[in-house]
């Protein structure tokens, strides 16, 4: 009686005071080991804990589930004991960078989840015009701390993504006209391996290992640090524009137009079909790498009729800012996607038949937002490297990552959405070959869009795969990080 007294009269800090107060050995002995074996520059938090809590989240609540701990490495050396403990028991675990992605159970656990959140460093070195960048981060966090040096890298477009899952599924930037993907100006890893080995993997130190984490996701370890390549940053133009659905077209014609007419590689666009409850508008997002565009470059997106309007000369990281990315934050979602050629306006035109017809049939009884991203890049965005990259597979063609994104509130919707993103997927792709789009069967998909039942071949191509199982068979013996959630080799 007097315990539950104590409990009412404590309110919303009982379960925190409790789980800080009881003795770790009745927590998860798993759990208990990694606490008593890690250092003081790592801990481990308990459910009611603030911590616990933020560091299951996920920007996607669908993404979020009850651990039996958390863990906050500070240090690599810390994360070598947690995986050899975690390998040893055989137990599940999850590692979470930004917590970004919207597959179910790839940064989470109901194991032992590993938060990156003390990997926070961004330290700039001039001289070799790299940067060095926790796998904690959130590209935002990276952007803020580089713009006093006015350089850059090649990283999200939108608020919020956070660094590691990014980078370590391709990247596809504002700068990838000009420069590449994300895993094409990466010169250097830090990876604790499954083995608890702590490595600087380079071109130079492991060609292969290299090759394997550009696009090859968590398969090979846990990555604490990476080194980018860092270019100048000026100013730049651009941000957003909110159109409605009587103007659909105009949209689809602009978009159409500057695919086929804009080769200038500071230039990118995201033109994104949406319905926010059951609503259609469209959210543009208009980018040129400088402070001033090319004169008629963006006019036809300049004249169109807007509902609002917020494109200017800015910085880079208001520009990314300015995304109204987090307006479904906390909600249940899951991405989709398409690789395509050619923006053309038959392809335009099944977007928006897919868009309209979705708004009903989804938003209405149970859904809160749809989004379908056509997402324009110049043709020789692949020809930025000469390496092999784990993603993409094969860089005889340029593909386009077309973004499939649904939000819904309750979990008992779950199916149907996953199973609508598929299906409305298919609707697209086939569409697209029907005009004539040569969208090969091993077409990648881009990783870090793709859904979680998305065969390995699709994402990586045959031969890749191949390669990519030797190598973890080499890395990975005892396949410890197939305990972790994701495209597992």
Same mark, same amino acid.
């Given at each position: 009686?007097?315990?539950?007294?104590?409990?009412?009269?404590?309110?919303?800090?009982?379960?925190?005071?409790?789980?800080?107060?009881?003795?770790?050995?009745?927590?998860?002995?798993?759990?208990?080991?990694?606490?008593?074996?890690?250092?003081?520059?790592?801990?481990?938090?308990?459910?009611?804990?603030?911590?616990?809590?933020?560091?299951?989240?996920?920007?996607?609540?669908?993404?979020?589930?009850?651990?039996?701990?958390?863990?906050?490495?500070?240090?690599?050396?810390?994360?070598?004991?947690?995986? =050899?403990?975690?390998? !040893?028991?055989?137990?599940?675990?999850?590692?979470?960078?930004?917590?970004?992605?919207?597959?179910?159970?790839?940064?989470?656990?109901?194991?032992?989840?590993?938060?990156?959140?003390?990997?926070?460093?961004?330290? $700039?070195?001039?001289?070799?015009?790299?940067?060095?960048?926790?796998?904690?981060?959130?590209?935002?966090?990276? $952007?803020?701390?580089?713009?006093?040096?006015?350089?850059?890298?090649?990283?999200?477009?939108?608020?919020?993504?956070?660094?590691?899952?990014?980078?370590?599924?391709?990247?596809?930037?504002?700068?990838?006209?000009?420069?590449?993907?994300?895993?094409?100006?990466?010169?250097?890893?830090?990876?604790?391996?499954?083995?608890?080995?702590?490595?600087?993997?380079?071109?130079?130190?492991?060609?292969?290992? @290299?090759?394997?984490?550009? =696009?090859?996701?968590?398969?090979?370890?846990?990555?604490?640090?990476?080194?980018?390549?860092?270019?100048?940053?000026?100013?730049?133009?651009?941000?957003?524009?909110?159109?409605?659905?009587?103007?659909?077209?105009?949209?689809?014609?602009?978009?159409?137009?500057?695919?086929?007419?804009?080769?200038?590689?500071?230039?990118?666009?995201?033109?994104?079909?949406?319905?926010?409850?059951?609503?259609?508008?469209?959210? %543009?997002?208009? @980018?040129?790498?400088?402070?001033?565009?090319?004169?008629?470059? @963006? !006019?036809?997106?300049?004249?169109?009729?807007?509902?609002?309007?917020?494109?200017?000369? /800015?910085?880079?990281?208001?520009?990314?800012?300015?995304?109204?990315?987090?307006?479904?934050?906390?909600?249940?979602?899951?991405?989709?996607?398409?690789?395509?050629?050619?923006?053309?306006?038959?392809?335009?035109?099944?977007?928006?038949?897919?868009?309209?017809?979705?708004?009903?049939?989804?938003?209405?009884?149970?859904?809160?937002?749809?989004?379908?991203?056509?997402?324009?890049?110049?043709?020789?965005?692949?020809?930025?490297?000469?390496?092999?990259?784990?993603?993409?597979?094969?860089?005889?063609?340029?593909?386009?990552?077309?973004?499939?994104?649904?939000?819904?509130? %309750?979990?008992?919707?779950?199916?149907?959405?996953?199973?609508?993103?598929?299906?409305?997927? /298919?609707?697209?792709?086939?569409?697209?070959?029907?005009?004539?789009?040569?969208?090969?069967?091993?077409?990648?998909?881009?990783?870090?869009?793709?859904? $979680? !039942?998305?065969?390995?071949?699709?994402?990586?191509?045959?031969?890749?795969?191949?390669?990519?199982?030797?190598?973890?068979?080499?890395?990975?013996?005892?396949?410890?990080?197939?305990?972790?959630?994701?495209?597992?080799?």
């Amino acid at each position: 009686m007097r315990a539950t007294l104590l409990l009412l009269t404590l309110g919303v800090n009982a379960l925190q005071i409790l789980a800080t107060a009881v003795p770790r050995t009745l927590f998860d002995p798993v759990c208990a080991e990694i606490a008593a074996e890690i250092s003081s520059a790592s801990d481990v938090y308990y459910p009611g804990h603030l911590k616990y809590i933020k560091g299951i989240g996920h920007w996607a609540s669908s993404s979020t589930q009850n651990s039996k701990c958390v863990v906050e490495p500070g240090t690599a050396a810390d994360i070598s004991i947690i995986l =050899g403990i975690l390998g !040893d028991t055989r137990t599940p675990f999850a590692v979470k960078g930004g917590g970004h992605g919207t597959n179910p159970g790839w940064s989470s656990t109901t194991g032992v989840h590993i938060s990156m959140y003390r990997f926070s460093a961004v330290d $700039y070195d001039a001289p070799s015009q790299t940067v060095q960048v926790g796998a904690g981060l959130i590209w935002d966090d990276v $952007y803020a701390a580089l713009e006093p040096y006015n350089v850059n890298v090649v990283g999200g477009r939108v608020p919020g993504v956070g660094v590691a899952g990014f980078a370590l599924g391709g990247g596809y930037s504002w700068k990838t006209n000009q420069y590449g993907l994300t895993v094409d100006t990466i010169t250097a890893f830090e990876l604790v391996t499954p083995v608890g080995a702590i490595l600087t993997v380079t071109e130079a130190s492991d060609s292969e290992l @290299f090759f394997g984490l550009k =696009g090859g996701q968590n398969n090979f370890g846990i990555v604490t640090k990476f080194t980018f390549k860092t270019f100048p940053q000026t100013q730049v133009w651009g941000g957003i524009i909110i159109v409605t659905e009587p103007f659909f077209d105009d949209v689809r014609d602009a978009t159409v137009n500057f695919h086929a007419n804009v080769l200038d590689p500071k230039a990118s666009i995201l033109s994104t079909f949406n319905a926010a409850l059951a609503v259609p508008i469209v959210t %543009l997002h208009l @980018f040129y790498d400088g402070p001033t565009p090319p004169a008629g470059m @963006f !006019d036809e997106f300049m004249a169109l009729t807007y509902l609002s309007r917020d494109v200017s000369t /800015r910085s880079f990281l208001s520009l990314v800012q300015s995304a109204p990315s987090q307006l479904t934050s906390g909600q249940r979602a899951i991405f989709q996607t398409v690789p395509y050629l050619d923006v053309t306006t038959d392809l335009v035109n099944t977007v928006i038949n897919e868009t309209k017809f979705w708004s009903l049939h989804l938003t209405v009884p149970t859904g809160t937002f749809i989004s379908y991203a056509i997402e324009p890049f110049l043709p020789s965005i692949y020809t930025h490297n000469t390496q092999t990259t784990a993603y993409p597979g094969s860089r005889t063609q340029g593909y386009m990552p077309l973004n499939i994104y649904y939000a819904w509130a %309750l979990p008992l919707s779950d199916s149907l959405f996953h199973n609508t993103a598929k299906a409305s997927a /298919r609707v697209i792709r086939d569409s697209a070959i029907s005009q004539g789009q040569a969208i090969a069967a091993e077409a990648p998909m881009y990783p870090n869009y793709a859904i $979680y !039942d998305t065969p390995l071949e699709q994402v990586y191509g045959t031969a890749n795969l191949a390669r990519l199982r030797a190598l973890k068979a080499l890395v990975d013996p005892l396949d410890v990080m197939g305990l972790a959630g994701g495209f597992k080799l």
